[in-house]
C-alpha cells in the first residue's frame, strides 16, 4: 500500500470526519462548525480535507483480501 504515515492521516482525520457525523445525526452538533464557526473558510478547509483523505482512502478496496498484506 502507499506510504503509511500518509495513510494513517488520512484513515485519522476520515474518523475525526465520521465522528463529527455521528454527532449530527444523534444530536444536530456540529462540532467543526462550533470550534472553527459555521461555514467559515477554516472549517471550509476542514471538510474539504475530510473529503479528500476520504477520496484517498477509497484506493484501500484496491488491498482488501490481498495476500501481499496479510503475510505482513
Known amino acids: 500500500m502507499?506510504?503509511?504515515?500518509?495513510d494513517g492521516t488520512a484513515l485519522t482525520i476520515v474518523?475525526?470526519?465520521?465522528?463529527?457525523?455521528?454527532?449530527?445525526?444523534l444530536f444536530r452538533f456540529?462540532?467543526?462548525?462550533l470550534l472553527f464557526g459555521e461555514m467559515s473558510w477554516l472549517s471550509r478547509v476542514i471538510y474539504t480535507l475530510v473529503g479528500i483523505c476520504g477520496l484517498y482512502l477509497i484506493?484501500?478496496?484496491m488491498h482488501l483480501g490481498s495476500?501481499?498484506?496479510v503475510a505482513r
Open 30 to 33: 456540529d462540532l467543526v462548525a
Open 67 to 69: 495476500r501481499d498484506d
Open 2 to 6: 502507499g506510504n503509511k504515515y500518509l
Open 59 to 61: 484506493s484501500f478496496y
Open 15 to 25: 474518523i475525526i470526519g465520521a465522528i463529527n457525523w455521528l454527532l449530527i445525526g
